[in-house]
């Protein structure tokens, strides 16, 4: 028995009538001994299920296919017509039930090679999902898992499981995000995307204040300076008076002698302690300058780092 041509869309108005003719004499050999009014009904709800589908009614046509199943059993092309409304709603495994139940009524039937064909498209169908793809910006790309970037939208048909979608554009942050695909199943999945903000400006650098270590060594130089200078003058005028003294007293037999002696010793001492401090600050003083005077609240300069690295003497 002959089954009318594969319906996998709408069918056109203009068709409708040589469908319906078709299904006719598909019908009338399987129900050669039904009884007569089921035979019309049955036809008759072949053409609604065709009318129906071919607006658009998917589940409107299974029903009628149906009633035309349960009308004649033994015909088979209901099932070739309720399989085919069936996948369009993505009921892949019972399009698949209802084409091998057309096969297994009529295995001699003159589409059973297209047919067969039909199921292993539907089996593979019915371990995938599909997935329509897109962004909220054009031009943006995407990448499912490990799979080469496809320009947005896009439809995929991706195995049943998670995976992961990633969305880039230039100039947009990028949007990774998971996904479940269910086998059988069409999803839809827009993802937003927003732009990249602007890099954020360095905040100006706070003005580097002026350490006051050089001043204070300026100034610890100045102060050394000031006590080598109150020493040189007490070590010519006063220290150089009190010898005289010494020398005159003991040329003259002075019984003070012993006297001024000490006097002369004990200023003597001051003088040298008044050096000694001196120079002492003085070196404080360069010492602390050369070490600071390039730092400003930053790296030292190249001559405080000379400064104070180790002197090498070729020796």
Do not use: C
């Not at 299904?23 to 050669?32: E, G, K, N, R, S």
């Not at 499912?144 to 991706?158: E, G, K, S, T």
């Not at 102060?223 to 040189?232: D, I, K, N, T």
Request: aromatic share 4%; proline share 7%; no cysteine.
């Amino acid at each position: 028995m002959s089954a009318p041509s594969q319906p996998t869309r709408p069918l056109r108005s203009r068709r409708l009538a040589r469908l319906v003719a078709a299904v006719a004499i598909a019908l009338a050999p399987a129900t050669a001994a039904a009884d007569a009014a089921e035979e019309a009904e049955a036809r008759e709800a072949m053409q609604r299920g065709i009318a129906l589908f071919g607006k658009g009614d998917a589940e409107g046509a299974i029903r009628e296919y149906e009633r035309a199943m349960q009308l004649v059993p033994t015909a088979n092309v209901p099932y070739r017509y309720s399989a085919e409304a069936k996948a369009s709603l993505g009921r892949l495994r019972e399009a698949i039930a209802d084409l091998e139940a057309y096969l297994a009524k009529n295995p001699q039937v003159s589409d059973a090679a297209a047919v067969r064909a039909r199921i292993a498209e539907l089996e593979a169908r019915a371990t995938r999902g599909e997935l329509a793809l897109s962004a909220t910006v054009d031009g943006a790309t995407a990448r499912v898992d490990d799979a080469p970037a496809v320009a947005l939208p896009v439809d995929l048909a991706l195995a049943a499981g998670e995976h992961v979608v990633v969305v880039e554009k230039d100039g947009y942050l990028t949007v990774r995000q998971s996904v479940t695909i269910v086998s059988g199943k069409r999803d839809r999945l827009v993802v937003a995307i927003s732009p990249r903000p602007a890099p954020t400006p360095p905040a100006p650098r706070a003005a580097a204040s002026a350490s006051p270590w050089p001043t204070v060594g300026l100034a610890g130089v100045a102060v050394g300076g000031a006590a080598l200078a109150v020493g040189g003058i007490l070590d010519v005028t006063a220290l150089g008076a009190r010898f005289d003294a010494v020398d005159r007293a003991a040329n003259s037999g002075d019984p003070r002698l012993a006297e001024i002696q000490d006097d002369a010793r004990t200023l003597r001492t001051v003088v040298q302690i008044t050096y000694g401090a001196g120079l002492a600050v003085v070196i404080a003083g360069a010492a602390l300058y050369l070490a600071t005077r390039g730092a400003r609240g930053g790296a030292p300069s190249p001559a405080s780092t000379w400064s104070r690295a180790p002197l090498a003497l070729p020796f």
